[in-house]
């Protein structure tokens, strides 16, 4: 699977167990697991593995990480936001091409409302988008 930026999503190509091309390892991923870019978390390259993304996999370059005593869709809505990821482009180290580790991701501060809040927020912003999506609809 493939990582796109600006908050695109994935793609999808040929599944594939764990496998090893050359010098690259590849990993298998599951649904619901947080996948981001190393290369470009901070132009975007954030997203949720979706259901018909199980067991596809990605480089190391693209770690997906295990979420736990969060609401998932919560997480990623917060760290989508431009001015959070945007942000985080001068954490990034490396020679060469910059990338954040999961170790500098994983101490990232975020804010986490009680449970109930999270899934307020959540449902909130998916029917806000929802609604801007369908009135995008109706000016087409």
Same mark, same amino acid.
Request: glycine share 6%; no cysteine; hydrophobic share 35%.
């Given at each position: ?50 259901? +018909? ?8 370059? %693209? @770690?997906? !990480?295990?979420?736990? *005593?969060?609401? $998932? ?28 580790? +999961? ?8 804010? %986490? @409302?009680? !449970?109930?809040?999270? *899934?307020?927020? $959540? ?18």
């Amino acid at each position: 699977m493939t990582l796109k930026l600006n908050l695109e999503g994935i793609t999808l190509s040929a599944n594939r167990e764990t496998l090893k091309l050359g010098a690259t390892k590849y990993y298998k991923r599951h649904e619901g697991q947080l996948l981001y870019g190393k290369q470009n978390f901070f132009h975007g390259s954030i997203a949720l593995i979706p259901k +018909e993304a199980e067991g596809y996999a990605t480089s190391g370059d %693209v @770690p997906a !990480l295990d979420i736990s *005593n969060v609401n $998932s869709k919560y997480l990623v809505d917060y760290i989508s936001r431009p001015s959070y990821f945007k942000a985080k482009e001068a954490l990034a180290t490396g020679t060469g091409s910059k990338r954040i580790h +999961e170790k500098t991701l994983l101490n990232f501060k975020i804010a %986490v @409302p009680s !449970l109930e809040e999270q *899934n307020a927020i $959540s449902d909130f912003i998916t029917n806000y988008t929802n609604l801007i999506a369908l009135h995008q609809r109706k000016q087409n």
